[in-house]
Structures are given as structure tokens and as C-alpha cells.
């Protein structure tokens, strides 16, 4: 989920937290365990600062090690502790619990959106996408907030943030029941689609569409049971070769690889330069495919130049490859 929702999520779970005895009883308790809540639902997105670095290791590596299970258990000890530096009055071992929670929800929803997490790691280092809530979704936002405005206003935090919660697995499960349609009539719409990857927009009722049959690319869109297809390309294996090689080798493109489940490849000769580049199928926006890898190749199969990342013109690209030398 985005940043924001993460907070507003922190927030309500400190609320939450007053059903414990333990909390709402004692008042540092209270103001640590809260404290512990809204640092907890942001700890694990600290690998954001990878984006500084390149965008390549940002790719390999957002939420992959800390959101994974090591991570999940590591997060609630240093934060507690931290924050029971500040506040020794507070019950630590309550602190720690809600904190566990905090960071625990916080990886368990970012499961639920198409980026997804390596949530399994280290037992696996699949990355684990359910695809059926948008990274920002202003439906889930806008219900946290009005129940926080609503404890804000005089309610009692734990009838509210509980009713919040009851109507957000049923939100949840809505969810999971429109993907589940929209699947269908992508199938119905494509027989011999063989994978198909249904991702969630800002709409509730709009949704991306990649599928793959035995010999093409589909890209579309769903409204509701309603599919129109934009673009088919033709399947058709990488091929093996010293450029390709060489290209593939390389950090950007490794990074896309790693990511990328549907894609489709161009290699073209540039002036003097072979070109190289991967093309995201799930991400179509306005004609365009913003989420590339591109290698720059001289006639010594040498990387001249790459980059990986979301790119929306032609333009923005060549001058992204100009001053990006690899």
C-alpha cells in the first residue's frame, strides 16, 4: 500500500490497541504503543531509500528483505525497544505485541496488491501478488479516515476501528469476487489464454488486463464483465545470441527480469548502437508502455548504456540513456 494508507492503518490500530487492558489503563503505555503502531506500519517501506541508489536495485529489492519473515519478527524488537528507551514506564511486552501487529498488517496487506512482497523469504523468494487491491485504493483510505475522524469527534476507538475492520474484510472479499469475474470473462473473451494477470486501477470496477496464450500477448481493460482488448502481440521466444547475452547480463535488464512476468522484447539497430529493450505488458497507459528495460550496445556486444523504470515518452527515455552510462 502507499505511504499514506500505511499511516492512517497505524493510527487505527493504535486505537485498536485500547481494547488491551494493559494499554488502556496506563496512559505511557498507551502513547508508546501508539508511537509503535505508526512506525511499525512504515518500517518495513525504509528500503524506499534503495531508490536513491538506482532504479535497479530498488526493483531487486523493495519489498523483498524487509518485508520478509526474518524482517516481520526483527522490525517489533528494535522499535519497541527503541521507543521504551524514551518511555520506560510503558509495558514492553504489550508495546512489542501491538508493534508485532503493526508491522504484520503492514505486510500482509501489501500482499493483496499486484506489486506484491516476498513475503516467504527466506523459504522462497517468489514474489507474492494477489492483485485485488490497488497500491493506493481511496475506498480503503477513505474508510480509515472517516472511522478516525469519527473517534476524533468522541467515539470509542475500539467499537470504531472493529466496525472499520469487520467492513474491510467484507470489502476485501468483494474484491476478491470482482477479479474473480473479471477472470472469467478475460477467458471467455480469449479461450486459450494460457496465464492471466488481472491488476486493480484507482476505479473499483476497472481493471488492467495481460494475458498469455500459446502464440500472442493480449493487452486490455475490464469494466466490470466487460473486456476490450487493445493490443496483441505475437509470442516469440527470446533469441540466443552474444548480443542478447550480453544485454540480458546486464544490471537493468537482470532487474526487469526479476520482476517482470509478462513481457514482450525489440531489438533494433540505432546509428552506430544496437538497442535492446523489454517492454512490461501489465502496466498500458494512454497507447503507451511506460515500464521498460533498455541496454544500448556497441558493436563489441559492450553496454554502452541502461536503465530500468518507469519512463512516459520516447524522449524522457533517450535522454534517461544519455546520461545514464552504465
Known sequence: MDTGTHIVM???????????????SHPATATAVMAGTIIGSQAPDIDTVLKLRNNAIYIRHHRGATHSIPAVLLWPLLIAGVIFLF????????????????VFVHVFVDIFNSYGTQALRPFSEKWVALGVINTFDPILFGMHVIALLIWFFGADPVWTI??????????YVLRFAVQYAVKRAVKSTIPDAEEIIVAPTLRFLQWRIAAVSKNHYYVGRA??????LYDKFHKKPIPQSPLVEAALEDHNMAAFLSFSPIYRWEIRKVDDLYEMRLIDLRYRSNDYYPFVAV??????????????????SEDKLQKKLDFLPD
Open 10 to 24: 497505524g493510527i487505527a490500530l493504535g486505537g485498536l490497541a485500547l481494547v488491551d487492558p494493559a494499554v488502556a
Open 87 to 102: 518511555e520506560p514506564e510503558a509495558d514492553l511486552l504489550h508495546l512489542w505485541l501491538w508493534t508485532f501487529l503493526a
Open 162 to 171: 472493529s466496525i472499520l475492520y469487520i467492513i474491510a474484510v467484507f470489502y
Open 223 to 228: 469494466y466490470g464483465r466487460s473486456i476490450t
Open 295 to 312: 541496454a544500448t550496445l556497441n558493436d563489441e556486444y559492450e553496454v554502452i548504456s541502461s536503465y530500468t523504470g518507469w519512463i512516459f
